[in-house]
């Protein structure tokens, strides 16, 4: 088979697989194809490495609300601003 679209199957299986929603068999044969591709391998350590960082530092990090108003005031979103006040 052609290892781009070995790359291709692998990447439409991405998402399912570093959730570990992915079928048993399919997921022996994106762990055999990332064994032998390091760009997959990069893409896959990239991928859970991002998804940590998130988990990580979302649990900590609360921007304080006037923060929050100056900041998207200055990216013109105030209207975005304002339905956030209202669902509060």
């Given at each position: 088979?052609?290892?781009?679209?070995?790359?291709?199957?692998?990447l439409d299986s991405l998402s399912e697989y570093v959730?570990?929603?992915?079928?048993?068999?399919?997921?022996?044969?994106?762990e055999d194809h990332i064994a032998d591709c390091d760009?997959?391998?990069?893409?896959v350590d990239t991928?859970?490495?991002?998804?940590?960082?998130?988990?990580k530092?979302?649990?900590k990090t609360v921007i304080p609300?006037?923060?929050?108003e100056r900041l998207f005031?200055?990216?013109d979103l105030d209207d975005f601003v304002q339905e956030k006040s209202l669902l509060s």
């Open positions: 088979m052609n290892k781009d679209l070995d790359c291709g199957a692998f959730d570990g929603v992915i079928d048993s068999a399919l997921c022996a044969e994106i760009d997959c391998r990069v893409v991928l859970k490495k991002t998804i940590y960082l998130y988990h530092t979302s649990e609300v006037d923060v929050r005031h200055r990216l």
